[in-house]
C-alpha cells in the first residue's frame, strides 16, 4: 500500500533552534501534503496544506512564519518549526493522497526545553 | 459506560462485548467519512470508511453507519478484543481534494 515515511519520529530540542520534519511518498506522487498538529489528549488539527511548487495554505491562527512548509517536488514535503519555544512541543503528523484514501505518516514528537 | 470531560470521552468494554463509537460532525458539504484507529505515540491508522451515497458498510469486525439527516456517524466493532485498546477519531472531507477534518475522538479501553 501507498506509505508516507516522516521523519524523524522524535526530537528534542532546545528553545530557539528551529527543526525540520521530513515527509516523504515512497511510491506515489503526492501533488498535496496536509500538516497536522495533535497535543496531548486532543484531536489532529490540520495546520496546512502544502502544495508542490507552490506556496502552502496555512489554516487560520497558524503563523506562516513560524512553521515554514516547503514541498519542492512530488514526493517530498517538509515542515520547519522555526524558533521553537516549549509551547510548539506537540505531535506533527503528515498526511498525503494516493489514488485512494488518505496515509499518514507515523509522526513525530517535538519536545522543545 | 462512556464519561466526557476535560479529557478525551472514554468508552470501556468488556473483552468480547460490541463496542459503539460516536461521532457528530457538522459540514453538511461532507461527502467522505473515515474512522481511524490511533494507538500511543503513532500516527492514525484506518479502518473503515464510507462515502455519503451510502448509510452501511461494513469490515472484518466493523460497521460504520451513517446518518446524514442528523448528520451523525457511528463505528461498531464486534467482539471487542484487548489490541482495540486505542483512540478513534471519525474524520470528514469535503468533495474533492481536500484535508481531512477530525473530531474529537474517542478513547476505547477494553477490559479482560
Known amino acids: 500500500g501507498a506509505v508516507v515515511s516522516q521523519h524523524p519520529s522524535w526530537v528534542i530540542c532546545k528553545s530557539g533552534t528551529s527543526v525540520k520534519i521530513e515527509c516523504r511518498s515512497l511510491d506515489f506522487q503526492a501533488t498535496t501534503m496536509f500538516w497536522y498538529r495533535q497535543f496531548p489528549k486532543q484531536s489532529l488539527m490540520l495546520m496546512a496544506t502544502s502544495n508542490e511548487g507552490s506556496k502552502a495554505t496555512y489554516e487560520q491562527g497558524v503563523e506562516k512564519d513560524k512553521f515554514l512548509i516547503n514541498h519542492a517536488s512530488l514526493t517530498l514535503s517538509t515542515l520547519t518549526v522555526t524558533s521553537a519555544h516549549p509551547e510548539d512541543s506537540s505531535f506533527y503528523i503528515c498526511?498525503?493522497?494516493?489514488?485512494?484514501?488518505?496515509?499518514f505518516g507515523s509522526g513525530t514528537r517535538l519536545t522543545v526545553v | 459506560g462512556e464519561s466526557v470531560g476535560l479529557h478525551l470521552p472514554t468508552l470501556s468494554v468488556q473483552e468480547g462485548d460490541n463496542s459503539i463509537i460516536n461521532c457528530a460532525y457538522s459540514?453538511?458539504?461532507?461527502?467522505?467519512f473515515i474512522w481511524y484507529k490511533q494507538e500511543s505515540g503513532k500516527g492514525p491508522q484506518f479502518i473503515i470508511d464510507?462515502?455519503?451515497?451510502?448509510d452501511k458498510r461494513q469490515g472484518q469486525r466493523v460497521t460504520v453507519l451513517l446518518n446524514k439527516t442528523v448528520k451523525h456517524l457511528s463505528l461498531q466493532i464486534a467482539a471487542t478484543q484487548p489490541g482495540d485498546s486505542a483512540v478513534y477519531f471519525c474524520a470528514e472531507r469535503e468533495e474533492g481534494n481536500t484535508p481531512l477534518v477530525f473530531g474529537k475522538g474517542t478513547r476505547l479501553s477494553v477490559i479482560a
Open positions: 464510507i462515502r455519503s451515497n451510502m
Open positions: 498526511s498525503a493522497r494516493p489514488h485512494y484514501g488518505y496515509t
Open positions: 459540514n453538511s458539504a461532507s461527502d467522505y
